[in-house]
């Protein structure tokens, strides 16, 4: 761990350690966390709207600061503090809002144009929600989040420990033996 702490810079004193708190300073300064990063979600569907309502995000510094969407029964309504916006007006959102990321909630059918109008507008970060690979230029970084995938990720640790709990009853089942 010393190694890998050094190539943040030498922090550590060699025989005492390292000063916690400025090493924790160093790590969030290093990974971009001593700022926020405007985030605006593409799609206001129940995915999009729960991601716009969470209040997880602003702590970490993620504030959720718009949601678009192309739905015209949808632009004007309110989910949690935010008004839904016009996907068509992202470019402005995310200028007016000094926006860094976007995320993507929006169906598999539009998630292409959606990812599209994010780099159009600006946005080189996108966490993507919708189960399609993107394409994107090498310059824009994507992040996928394919919650069928976590699942049947945990389905395989259920399996195994669903295995070793009946693995267990049959060991300690008593044989029965015939005389």
Known sequence: MRKDLSYLGSYGTRGVGYEVTYLIHQIKRELGLLREWNVVVVGAGNLGCALAK????????????????????????????????????????VRDLNVTIGAITTSTATAQSAVDALIDAGIASILNFAPIVLATPSSVSVRNVDLGVELQILSYYEQMRTEKIEGAKTAKAPSSVSV
Do not use: E, M, Y
């Open 54 to 93: 969470f209040g997880g995000f602003a702590p970490r510094g993620f504030p959720v600061v718009g949601i678009v969407d192309n739905d015209p029964k949808k632009i004007g309504q309110s989910t949690g503090w935010l008004t839904i916006g016009d996907v068509r007006n992202l470019g402005k959102i």
